[in-house]
């Protein structure tokens, strides 16, 4: 029998490195090649690194094998791209780089990057001098901030090992904390670190059937929790995401096998946030999703298009995926659990969880009491 290959380091997808002309002599950019231990090239500041043929995105698997060092020349720190029409929660996106080695199916940066290959960027100075520049100036306020925007937290910190770095500048914050999000199940770099509090280990769950089919080069649920579980006993708080919830065959028994698992394995009183969201996307990550997976199923629902332009299931489909997993969750979850939704109406809120959440403050401000608790 031939083993099943684990992808809980997708780092190791990665077999090329290109590093911008003006990064080579960084000593974080000398530390990143000695750990990769992979073949590199220097190319010239802001030029694409050569040896990846086709186009966009049917280059995107032979794209992830390579990984770009390069600056941020734009901004670090800004606003979750939230829309007016449903509840944000108010995040604050890090952007340390760009893509990802792993390739869910319903993934929503094959339709909004455009360049096949990772980027990850090496001027880490400037990132904690745009943050502390944005603490400076607003006092007053509480910062939740994640990483997982436009790039997975913790899937090449085998060979970034910038987790280091972040957890010990947050573990100084009195007014902000630090989300890693991944599908990863990366964390040895965590160990023995004087996190205070200050950041937040998440995962990414799913359904199994849509872990299996969907979720390609992630780990697996075990991994994942296993790797939670850990990250509990070294004393870091812990958040877990439902998004997407994807409509299927056996969608019930497949979410309710997850949640069980998951506090069975995961200490419930560390968790201090679990967020849901079903499947949403813009029109055109079907046609790209599609053509590369063609096997995949999930993009042949019934959808509707929402107020802000992503197709979503209809309203009374996601009322019935909700309530089923929110149940499940309630049973279980510790009374500091906040669990919210992400993207969704007021409507949604009041039918499935029975309150709006201007009722308890707004999302904001739910989240900010449960992790400064």
Not at 62 to 89: D, I, M, S, V, W
Not at 205 to 217: C, Q, T, Y
Not at 345 to 350: L, V
Request: aromatic content about 12%; charged content about 25%; glycine content about 6%.
């Amino acid at each position: 029998m031939t083993a099943i290959r684990s992808w809980k380091d997708p780092s190791i997808y990665i077999k090329q490195i290109h590093v911008e002309e003006s990064c080579i002599d960084l000593d974080y950019t000398r530390g990143i090649l000695k750990r990769a231990d992979l073949p590199y090239t220097v190319i010239p500041d802001k030029t694409d690194p050569v040896g990846i043929k086709g186009e966009y995105p049917d280059n995107l698997v032979q794209g992830k094998h390579h990984l770009l060092l390069a600056k941020n020349r734009g901004h670090f720190f800004k606003p979750c791209p939230g829309t007016k029409e449903y509840r944000c929660c108010d995040y604050q996106v890090l952007n340390i780089g760009m893509g990802c080695p792993m390739d869910c199916v319903y993934c929503i940066l094959q339709a909004y990057l455009n360049k096949p290959w990772l980027t990850f960027f090496v001027n880490k100075e400037n990132l904690l001098d745009e943050m502390q520049v944005a603490f400076t100036a607003e006092p007053d306020r509480f910062f939740r901030i994640g990483t997982g925007e436009f790039t997975d937290s913790m899937a090449l910190d085998r060979i970034t090992c910038l987790s280091p770095f972040l957890v010990e500048f947050m573990a100084k914050q009195k007014q902000a904390v630090l989300e890693l999000k991944t599908k990863s199940a990366v964390i040895d770099s965590l160990k023995n670190l004087n996190h205070n509090g200050r950041t937040v280990l998440a995962w990414s769950l799913n359904s199994l059937p849509v872990m299996e089919k969907e979720e390609i080069r992630t780990a697996s649920l075990d991994e994942r929790l296993h790797a939670a579980a850990q990250c509990a006993k070294w004393g870091y708080k812990l958040a877990f995401h439902f998004d997407p919830i994807i409509d299927h065959s056996g969608w019930e028994e497949g979410y309710e096998q997850t949640i069980t698992k998951l506090y069975q394995t995961v200490p419930a009183e560390q968790i201090v946030w679990i967020s849901l969201g079903a499947l949403r996307y813009l029109p055109n990550l079907k046609t790209i999703a599609t053509s590369r997976f063609p096997q995949s199923q999930i993009f042949y629902q019934e959808f509707i298009e929402g107020l802000d332009n992503k197709k979503r299931y209809f309203r009374p489909r996601r009322v019935e995926l909700y309530k089923h997993i929110y149940f499940l969750l309630k049973q279980r979850a510790s009374a500091q659990t906040c669990i919210y939704f992400c993207m969704e109406s007021d409507e949604i809120w009041k039918e499935v969880m029975g309150f709006k959440p201007e009722e308890k403050g707004g999302i904001p401000a739910m989240l900010d009491r449960t992790v400064r608790a």
